[in-house]
């Protein structure tokens, strides 16, 4: 396969108006640099970082013209456009013929072009719709910036006729002295496969092998003895590539990529990787670097994910919808496990059998991407949905059944804020708790009653605090005894207090804090929000580091000392839960809810 980039200076308009359909504005000869409507757009890029268009949620056009130049036979290759990511929907036309359309912002899709590509003067139109509805994943009110438009990479694949593709690699340990290795794919035409797994330095050949020609579907599996194991402080990785080696394609490479052996397991209350327990530390990260908004270069990712690591942080929490997938190469080649999920976000319309179909694409999207990468251990199905609401439960079981249909080897959940009604923490592996005791409501000190309660009825899994932290504006300081809101100070304390706490918890498999930086939220506008979110360790503008980032490492590791309140917990569990717990949630959804439908905040 060949990949040819479509990046680079591409034309765009605003459809303010919603009239370039009817006016056929896909029947873009070429561009039309006289009109005047057209701006210059340096693809990928954001439409909202356009001058004029902060806060602009609507429709944006977006025209490029490329060549075949360097293919002689056109009719040798298929051709695909693949997008990388594009919120939110996109449309599709080249040479003024429609190709499809796809919805949904964070995960790459791929259209076939190889009937109407040209060698010369392609016309490729993509018009993108970033306006919120009801019935999209996520739905109307989420807390992050709405970025629209083609802020990822595009790119031509020009691809054998005769290929594989869906090429998964299962990696298990029957100890750390001897893993399975299965690898499947389906081939496209027909291939005589001839396979090779190399170093990480693709120097030698570890091991080899070949299988009679075919189609359909195919796998092989090997065993490894005293494999290197992948693990995010000795990140090991291997290299497959596989060959055509049919009589007229000798040796012809049609597939390579990087993997890495090693096991996710639970075990009782605990988490194991490669057999042997681990406690998940980190952050939750939105995909957002001002001021380059989504589209994050390379090296800044890179300076994140070291960031994390100096912090003592072994994993990240990839929130709420999967990033470019440039960051899992780095996670995968520095050492950093991820949790990636799709943004099925608190309301959506979970009775729609569309949603449903959305977000399933999307999550197959999202696994079919990063299932090769070793740092992926975990796929979260939502955050923070009415999981008290049956229509909500089933919804999300299914989403879970699919994922572990898809992939059995990964902790699968839906990471809850539910104290205690949560309907489907008996179906995911791993349970999880956001919640925001010493900002939101209540006090810090109330974490450790409060956990020992909620994780009595489901005592025998693993859980993860998956949110927790304050705001800070970077700046505002307080004497100690203060505990000013946003100020410094204050998310010190609560940080601080939590993370000793779940330290102190054994039921507890890890903590992640919300949020590694500050990211932009238009509902978020008092004088120490200003459009953003102040959870982050470092704030949103400048990534200045507060207070609580020089804290974390010292603490990282450090257990309160108090009193063990498991059978209080218990006690309680018992006395409380029938009505009050059930009521207390159902009310602070209710509030929550109620807040969240507040009008739009970006201008139509
Ligand atoms: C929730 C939610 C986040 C949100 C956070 C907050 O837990 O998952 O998306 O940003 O709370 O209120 O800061």
Not at 159 to 180: A, C, E, Y
Not at 210 to 217: A, D, H, V
Not at 273 to 280: A, D, Q
Not at 445 to 455: A, E
Request: hydrophobic share 35%; glycine share 6%.
């Amino acid at each position: 396969m060949k990949t040819v980039s479509l990046n680079g200076k591409w034309k765009c308009k605003a459809d303010v108006k919603n009239i370039g359909i009817k006016n056929k504005w896909y029947n873009f000869k070429s561009y039309n640099v006289s009109d005047n409507h057209l701006m210059d757009i340096e693809i990928p890029k954001s439409f909202n970082l356009l001058k004029g268009f902060e806060n602009f949620e609507g429709i944006f056009w977006h025209f490029n013209q490329f060549e075949l130049n360097e293919e002689k036979d056109i009719n040798k290759y298929d051709y695909q456009i693949m997008f990388k990511g594009s919120n939110y929907n996109t449309k599709i036309w080249l040479n003024g013929e429609f190709l499809g359309e796809h919805n949904g912002g964070f995960t790459p899709f791929f259209l076939d072009l190889t009937n109407l590509i040209k060698t010369r003067n392609n016309n490729l139109v993509v018009r993108t719709k970033n306006i919120r509805e009801k019935d999209q994943i996520p739905s109307i009110s989420f807390d992050w910036f709405n970025w629209g438009g083609i802020y990822r990479d595009v790119e031509l694949l020009i691809l054998h006729k005769n290929r594989v593709k869906d090429v998964f690699i299962k990696t298990k340990l029957r100890t750390r002295q001897q893993s399975k290795i299965e690898i499947s794919y389906s081939i496209i035409g027909e291939v005589s496969l001839k396979w090779q797994i190399l170093d990480s330095s693709k120097t030698d050949v570890l091991y080899e092998g070949t299988s009679p020609e075919r189609s359909g579907k195919g796998s092989f599996n090997l065993t490894i003895n005293d494999p290197k194991l992948w693990s995010p402080n000795v990140p090991n990785l291997y290299y497959l590539r596989i060959f055509n080696n049919s009589q007229k394609t000798e040796n012809l490479l049609i597939f390579n990529t990087y993997f890495g052996i090693r096991q996710i397991e639970i075990n009782g209350i605990h988490i194991y990787l490669n057999k042997e327990k681990i406690f998940l530390k980190g952050a939750s990260l939105h995909e957002e670097y001002m001021p380059y908004g989504r589209t994050i270069p390379y090296e800044k990712r890179k300076e994140d994910v070291m960031n994390f690591k100096s912090l003592g942080f072994n994993a990240i929490r990839t929130a709420h919808y999967s990033h470019d997938e440039a960051l899992i190469e780095i996670t995968d080649k520095i050492g950093l496990l991820v949790l990636e999920e799709i943004p099925v976000y608190q309301h959506c319309d979970f009775k729609n059998s569309q949603t449903y179909e959305t977000a399933k694409n999307m999550l197959k999207e999202l696994i079919y991407r990063d299932i090769n990468h070793p740092s992926v251990i975990w796929w979260s199905v939502g955050n923070e949905v009415p999981l008290h609401q049956r229509n909500c439960a089933r919804f999300i079981k299914k989403l879970i059944d699919f994922a572990r249909e898809l992939d059995e080897t990964r902790i699968i959940t839906c990471v809850s804020r539910k104290l205690i009604p949560d309907l489907t923490r008996k179906y995911v592996n791993v349970a999880s708790i956001n919640s925001y005791f010493g900002w939101y409501y209540g006090h810090e000190k109330m974490i450790s009653l409060i956990l020992d309660i909620i994780r009595t009825p489901v005592h025998n899994k693993p859980w993860i605090y998956t949110e927790f932290g304050a705001g800070a504006k970077y700046g505002f300081h307080v004497d100690w005894n203060k505990q000013r809101k946003y100020s410094e100070e204050k998310q010190l304390q609560v940080l601080d207090y939590t993370i000793r706490t779940i330290n102190l918890k054994e039921f507890f498999s890890g903590w992640f804090i919300w949020n590694y930086r500050d990211f932009k939220s238009p509902k978020r506008t008092n004088k120490f929000q200003e459009g953003f979110n102040r959870k982050g360790l470092v704030s949103g503008e400048k990534n200045e580091k507060k207070l609580a980032y020089y804290r974390i490492p010292k603490i990282i590791n450090v257990k309160r000392k108090t009193f063990n309140t498991k059978i209080v917990g218990i006690i309680l569990w018992i006395i409380l839960f029938p009505l009050s717990f059930f009521l207390f949630t159902h009310i602070i959804d209710y509030v929550l809810k109620y807040f969240e439908s507040k009008p739009d905040y970006l201008n139509r």
